[in-house]
Each structure stands twice: as C-alpha cells, then as structure tokens.
C-alpha cells in the first residue's frame, strides 16, 4: 500500500511546485479571488455607511444657513459637492447620476421671524430616476430640522419612541457575500486548472509517457486531487486573512467545519476539471466546454447575488448545481455557526456529485 501511495504523493508535491513556479496560475489562484474580495469588500465592507452626494445652493446668505452648511460637511451622512454654483450646474451633475439631489436655501431661509426665532423651508430638488434618494433625502433633513425645532420651541410630545441595542453584534452584507466569494475562488481553482493544464501535458506528449510507465490512472487523479485540495486551502486560507483584517468578516462558524466543507468542496470541483482536461484532446476544446460549465454556475449558485431573488422555479433548478452546496454551507457555518448535522443535505449531495463527477473523470480520460 506504502508503495502504491508513493507516485501520489510524488505527484501532488510536483503539483504544488509547478503551480508556485507558474505565475499565471498563481495570479488566478490567489490574486484574482483577492480583486473581488477587494470590490465587493469596498461595496459592502462594514465600515462602510449610507452618504448622499449633494450640491447645497444657499441663497438667503444668513448666518443660519452658513451654519447649517458646515455642519452638513461634518455629517458624514453628506458628501457636499463645493463646485456646483448655480441650479443648472445642479440639474446637469443630477442627470448625469453624478449628484443624488440638491438641497436650495432659498432667500429668507434662516432669519428671525416676527416672533424672534429663525424660520425657513429647505427645498430638495431630484430627478424623476433617483426618486427614492430625493425622498429619503427629504425624510432626514425633516428629521433634523425636527431636532432644531425642538431645540429653538421645546415641544411636549405624548408619544415617544425609543431605540436600544441588544449588545449583540449583527452582521453586515460583506459577511453574506464573502461565502459566494469563497466559492468564486473554488470554482476557478478547480475548474479552470486542470482544463488548462491537462491539454497542454497532452500536447507536449508529458500524458503519453506517462502512460507508458507502471502509473495508474487513480494514482495520477489522486495526487492531483491531493495539490489542488492544499493549495484551495491556502487561497481561501488567504482570503480570510484579508477579510478578517480588512474587511472585519464576523466569522462566527467552527474554522475545521469549514475546511471540511472547502477540502470536499475543491475535490468535487476539481473532479469536474479532471473529467473536462481528461477528455479534451486540446485547449481548444476545453476552454469552451469549461466556460458553458463555470458561467452558470457563477450567476446562479449564489457567487453574486443572493438566489432568493430568483424566481421559485430557478431556485429549485439551482438547488442541485455543484457550487450551490458549498456557497450554502459556507454561509451557514460563517454566518449562523451551523454544525455538521444542519448541513448533512449540503454534505451529502456534494459527496453525491463528487461520486457522479469522478466515475465520469475516469471513464472520459485519455492519456493522449
């Protein structure tokens, strides 16, 4: 037995080092994953925080309004745009998606009325396409000039509400998202390796030579299979750095469930690239198969956007794709600290695919 594992492993280390050597494959297996976490970490990230992009016109000119305008630029909640003059810059920058509205203080906003204290009515201008901005907008400006009010004219208010924090900590979207990703990195490991590297060993004969030694084909699979689960490992291993450190990823899940799910998850996947770069004579044939392969998977397992979106129809199709299992799972386990029995279903089908991909690796390969 010592002896038959003594090619796999030999094979898995060659594996491994080839991989570190080729600098293609090492952008693809760890810089690539890396450019969407940073994307969709700068989209979603935690400290990120809801910001209006505004332009504020002041016509009164009254020491109100200058006020009022320098404590908008302290808000973070506004990003003043301090180059927009007039109403036509306004409307323009608006059109163009590159203000969400524009605030105008009109003449008399902020001077004493009869009865002594400051008055005025801000005006929040919108396009009929950013509606639901201009809105919101309006909504928060009426809340803190209700603050203001309350301040200038103390109001008896006999209801109230009151808002308080349960001390747990939440989670942010980034933390839904970083498993989809997870996968993203999964499949482009698994996939598109060994479809690329396989047609060529072929064409260069490697395969063939192979094949004249006392090598089997299980040998062969196996110590592939072994390479791509270490160094699926260490991609992922490396993209939960970034988002712990980063990104602040709330991780509340088991980390060796975890590599349990990434290690049976890289050798179903890696299994579909094997039966796909076994069978193609070619690059030429390969790439295309793989992409008809990979691309639906990556849209409709849960790698972007979430598949409640989808109709129910879909989602019930999409329940069974090979990337949807692992995306679910990872999520559960990073996001709700699930243990292995919740994710039996998960774990079963993956092995049932891993048995489907695999006798069809087999039956497809050929050395040359």
């Given at each position: 037995?010592k002896?038959?594992?003594?090619?796999?492993?030999t094979?898995?280390?060659?594996?491994?080092?080839?991989?570190?050597?080729?600098?293609l494959?090492?952008?693809?297996t760890f810089?690539?994953?890396l450019?969407?976490l940073?994307v969709?970490g700068g989209?979603f990230?935690r400290n990120?925080?809801v910001?209006?992009?505004v332009?504020?016109?002041?016509s009164s000119k009254s020491?109100f309004?200058?006020?009022?305008?320098?404590?908008?630029?302290k808000?973070?909640?506004?990003?003043?745009?301090?180059?927009v003059?007039t109403?036509d810059q306004a409307q323009?920058?608006?059109s163009?998606?590159?203000?969400d509205a524009?605030?105008v203080?009109?003449?008399?906003?902020g001077?004493p009325?009869a009865k002594?204290?400051?008055?005025?009515?801000a005006?929040v201008?919108y396009n009929?396409?950013?509606?639901?901005?201009?809105t919101t907008?309006?909504?928060?400006?009426?809340?803190?000039?209700d603050g203001?009010n309350?301040?200038i004219?103390p109001v008896?208010?006999p209801?109230?509400?009151?808002?308080k924090?349960t001390d747990?900590?939440?989670?942010?979207?980034?933390?839904?998202v970083?498993?989809?990703l997870?996968?993203?990195?999964l499949?482009?490991?698994?996939?598109?390796g060994p479809?690329?590297?396989?047609?060529?060993?072929?064409?260069?004969?490697v395969?063939r030579?192979?094949?004249?030694?006392t090598l089997k084909?299980w040998q062969?699979?196996l110590g592939n299979?072994?390479?791509?689960?270490?160094?699926?490992?260490?991609?992922i291993?490396?993209?939960?750095?970034?988002?712990l450190?980063?990104?602040n990823l709330?991780?509340?899940?088991n980390?060796?469930l975890?590599?349990?799910l990434v290690?049976?998850?890289?050798?179903m996947?890696?299994g579909?690239g094997?039966?796909?770069?076994g069978w193609?004579?070619?690059e030429?044939?390969?790439a295309?198969l793989?992409?008809?392969?990979?691309?639906?998977?990556?849209?409709l397992s849960?790698s972007f956007?979430p598949?409640f979106l989808?109709p129910?129809?879909?989602?019930n199709i999409?329940?069974?794709l090979p990337?949807?299992p692992i995306i679910d799972?990872?999520?559960?386990?990073?996001?709700e600290?699930?243990?292995f029995?919740?994710l039996?279903?998960q774990?079963g089908?993956m092995?049932?695919?891993?048995?489907?991909v695999?006798?069809?690796?087999?039956?497809?390969?050929?050395w040359?």
């Amino acid at each position: 037995m010592k002896r038959a594992l003594l090619p796999v492993f030999t094979f898995a280390k060659i594996d491994i080092r080839r991989l570190f050597r080729d600098k293609l494959a090492m952008f693809f297996t760890f810089v690539f994953p890396l450019l969407f976490l940073f994307v969709f970490g700068g989209i979603f990230g935690r400290n990120n925080s809801v910001s209006f992009n505004v332009a504020v016109l002041d016509s009164s000119k009254s020491e109100f309004a200058k006020q009022f305008i320098e404590e908008g630029k302290k808000d973070k909640l506004f990003k003043i745009n301090d180059s927009v003059k007039t109403f036509d810059q306004a409307q323009e920058k608006m059109s163009r998606g590159e203000l969400d509205a524009t605030i105008v203080l009109p003449e008399g906003f902020g001077k004493p009325s009869a009865k002594g204290y400051p008055v005025g009515q801000a005006e929040v201008y919108y396009n009929k396409s950013n509606q639901q901005a201009g809105t919101t907008l309006a909504s928060v400006l009426s809340g803190i000039f209700d603050g203001v009010n309350a301040k200038i004219i103390p109001v008896e208010k006999p209801f109230t509400v009151v808002a308080k924090s349960t001390d747990k900590q939440g989670l942010t979207q980034f933390d839904y998202v970083f498993s989809g990703l997870l996968g993203f990195a999964l499949l482009g490991a698994g996939i598109f390796g060994p479809t690329s590297v396989f047609p060529k060993l072929k064409e260069k004969g490697v395969l063939r030579r192979y094949h004249t030694t006392t090598l089997k084909v299980w040998q062969y699979f196996l110590g592939n299979v072994i390479s791509n689960v270490v160094v699926g490992l260490l991609s992922i291993l490396t993209m939960f750095v970034v988002g712990l450190t980063v990104f602040n990823l709330n991780m509340r899940g088991n980390y060796i469930l975890l590599a349990g799910l990434v290690t049976l998850g890289a050798m179903m996947l890696f299994g579909i690239g094997l039966a796909v770069g076994g069978w193609a004579k070619n690059e030429r044939q390969a790439a295309p198969l793989a992409q008809i392969i990979t691309f639906p998977m990556m849209f409709l397992s849960g790698s972007f956007f979430p598949r409640f979106l989808m109709p129910g129809w879909l989602q019930n199709i999409t329940d069974y794709l090979p990337l949807t299992p692992i995306i679910d799972a990872a999520r559960l386990i990073i996001t709700e600290n699930r243990g292995f029995l919740d994710l039996l279903p998960q774990f079963g089908l993956m092995a049932g695919w891993c048995v489907v991909v695999y006798l069809i690796a087999f039956r497809v390969f050929r050395w040359e």
